[in-house]
C-alpha cells in the first residue's frame, strides 16, 4: 500500500482506480487521479507541472522512515528544486496473506476467504504474532511482498514463515497479482485487502503486522508557487501579521534540510541549537549520506510551528539562524498537523 | 559482503573462512572465527558469552544505516542488554555482476572472467554508470542480492538493468550460489568477487558501486564486564584521572541512544543541547519508532570523546546530564576512532 504513489491533477474528471486510501484527501469530484509507478515519478510530475499535487509515504509507525522519500527530498541530483510539502495523512495499514488453500474446506468463499480456521499450521510459537493462520500455510513455499512489508509483519514471518523464501517487488500490488499468476499455489503475497479481492485471491491470514495501530504516514508536495509558497488550498491557517500562539505552533508542522561543514563536525550540535533558541518543538531527526563526500550526511529536521509568509515568526527566524550556520539548508514546506486535528 | 556477520572467539585454531574482511580485525592465530547466519545471531552470540567478540555492519557510505543493527542496539524486547561497542572497522565494498556470459568469446577465463570487452548493451546512457559490462547482459533476466546492495549500485541497475526482477536474498554470497545453481544462465548476482571465485562464476561487469569511495563501517561488539566496561584488548588508550585533551577527544567516539518523553517533544533538542553544553561533537543522528508508542522514536547519537572508567571528562558528565532530561538513555559504548588512525 505504502509505494504505489499517485500524483492527481484537480478536474472534475474521476474513476480512475488509485490503490492509495491516502488520496481520500483529494475528493474525487475535483480532482483526477493519475497513478504513478515510483516514488520518484511522483516527485518529477509535481516538479515537472504535469500534475498539481503528489501523494508520498514518508514513514511507518513499525518500519520507520521512507528512505527513498528522503533522498528525493535530498535532491542530490537537482532534479527536484521546487517540491515542497503542503500537507501529511496517516492512515492505518493492514497486511493479509494472500494465496491460494492447499485443500479448500466446505463453503469456502475464494473471493474473500474469510472461514474461522485458527493456527491450523503447527507454530512454535504463535502467541507471539498477532496475525494467525485462515488455512493451513504449509505448502506456501515463496513469499512475495514489498521490502516495508517484511519489517512491519516480523512477528507473523517469524512465527510462520521462518526461512521461507522471500522476493522483494517494487509493490504490494505487484506482489498479489504474480500470486495471482503462479498457477503451483505454493506462493503467496503480503498485500492489502484491496489487492486480494481484485485478483480473486484467498485470505490465508489477516492483521498481520506486529503493531496494531501500524500505520503510514503520507505527505503531499506541490510544486512551489512563484511567490515562494506552497500554502495549500483551503488550509490559510492563521493570518499572517498577527502574533504568534501556542495553538499556531502546534496546528502546524515544517520540514527543512540541511548539512554541515564536513571540516566542522561540531556545527551539527549549533544547527540543532538554533531550533532550541527560538523555541521550536524537534519531533523529529533523519540523516542520510550526502554523497558529497563519503561518511558526509545530509539531515532532517521536522519541527512544530511554520514558516510566515510576511517573514514574521520563530520558524522564519530560525531559518535564517539556520542560514548562517549550515553549510546549506532548504525549507521543504509548512502544513498543517494532520494527527492533532 | 555487508550482511554475513561473524562472532569471533581467542583460541590458537583457526582455518575456518569467513567472508568478512573486517574480521583482518581479528588476526588469525588469535581468534577463532564463529560465522553467524543474521545480524541478530552475532548479538545473541555475543550477549550469550559464547563468543568473545562479534562484529556487525553499521552503515554504509552510500546507502546510508543498516536499520537492522540499530534496532538490535534499540533493544525493544530486552535482549540483548549487555552488548557494548569496543572497536569499529572501514572496509571498502566493491560489487561485482556474477552470472554466465551467453556466447562465450573466445580465451574466456570462465573462473574470473575479465576480458576486455566493453559495453556491448547498447545502454541507453551507460556515461552515468561506474560500472561497464564485460559481457553481453541482454540474456539476464533476474538479479539476486541482498537488500543494501540495490542501493549502492543503483547507478548501474538504472542503466542496464531497469525493470529487470530483482530478488532480494539474505546475502550478497547467498545470491552468487543461488546463480551457481541456475543452469539457465538467465540469472546473475551482485556480490563480492571472492563469492565469484568462490562459486566459478564469471565476471560480467565489475565495479558496480554508485561511488568510487563505497565503503561499509562495522562495528566490533562485546559484553559488559563485571564492572560495566568494554575496554577492548590492546587499545587502552590514554589513562583515566589525566586531563582530556583534544586530541583525546578526536581519538575515540561513543554512542548513546535515549528516548524523550511522547508528551513532550521539545525534550528533543534539551536531550541534544546536553551534548553541546559539554562540548562534545555530534557526528551522527538516527533515528527508528521506538515501538512503545506510535510515531514514539528512539534517537542514536555519535559523539567525539570517550566515556572514561574513573567518571571524569565531558562524556561522563553529558551522560548524567541526559540521563536527568531523557526519558531513558543507555550509553551503548566507548572504542577508538579507526578513521583518524
Not at 56 to 85: H, K, M, Q, Y
Not at 88 to 94: I, W
Request: a negative charge; charged letters at 20%; hydrophobic letters at 35%.
Amino acid at each position: 500500500m505504502i509505494r504505489t504513489t499517485c500524483g492527481p491533477t484537480p478536474s472534475p474528471d474521476t474513476g480512475q482506480h488509485c490503490p492509495i486510501a491516502a488520496l481520500s484527501h483529494f475528493p474525487q469530484p475535483h480532482y483526477t487521479i493519475v497513478p504513478q509507478t515510483t516514488i520518484a515519478d511522483v516527485f518529477a510530475a509535481v516538479q515537472s507541472g504535469s500534475v498539481s499535487q503528489g501523494v508520498v509515504p514518508f514513514e511507518n509507525s513499525s518500519n520507520g522512515s521512507v528512505i527513498f522519500t528522503l533522498d528525493l527530498f535530498a535532491d542530490l541530483a537537482g532534479r527536484n528544486p521546487d517540491i515542497l510539502v503542503c500537507g501529511e495523512v496517516y492512515l492505518g495499514v493492514h497486511h493479509c496473506l494472500l494465496g491460494r488453500s492447499k485443500d479448500a474446506p466446505e463453503g469456502q468463499d475464494a473471493g474473500t476467504g474469510r472461514t474461522t480456521a485458527e493456527d491450523v499450521s503447527g507454530s512454535p510459537s504463535p502467541a507471539k504474532s498477532r496475525g494467525k493462520p485462515l488455512r493451513d500455510l504449509g505448502h506456501i513455499t515463496k513469499l512475495y511482498s514489498h521490502h516495508q512489508a517484511w519489517g512491519q509483519c516480523n512477528d507473523f514471518l517469524t512465527t510462520y514463515f521462518k526461512g521461507v523464501e522471500r522476493i522483494d517487488v517494487s509493490s504490494t500490488s505487484k506482489a498479489a497479482e504474480i500470486v495471482q499468476q503462479d498457477d503451483s499455489g505454493c506462493s503467496a503475497a503480503i498485500s492489502s485487502r484491496m489487492a486480494g479481492e481484485l485478483n480473486g485471491l484467498e485470505f490465508l491470514a489477516e492483521n498481520l503486522e506486529d503493531n496494531e495501530g501500524n500505520s503510514t504516514r503520507f505527505l503531499v508536495l506541490r510544486r512551489r508557487r512563484d511567490d515562494g509558497t506552497a500554502r495549500p488550498d483551503g488550509s490559510a491557517g492563521a493570518a499572517d501579521g498577527e502574533a504568534e500562539t501556542d495553538d499556531e505552533h502546534a496546528r502546524y508542522k515544517t520540514l527543512v534540510s540541511f548539512t554541515v561543514r564536513h571540516s566542522e563536525p561540531g556545527d551539527l550540535a549549533g544547527c540543532l541549537a538554533v531550533f532550541q533558541k527560538f523555541g521550536l518543538n524537534l519531533t523529529s531527526i533523519n540523516s542520510r549520506p550526502s554523497n558529497e563526500a563519503t561518511w558526509h550526511y545530509i539531515f532532517f529536521v521536522e519541527i512544530m510551528g511554520r514558516k510566515r509568509h510576511d517573514g514574521s515568526g520563530a520558524v522564519n527566524q530560525a531559518l535564517k539562524g539556520l542560514d548562517g550556520v549550515a553549510q546549506s539548508c532548504r525549507w521543504l514546506g509548512s502544513w498543517e498537523n494532520a494527527l492533532e486535528a
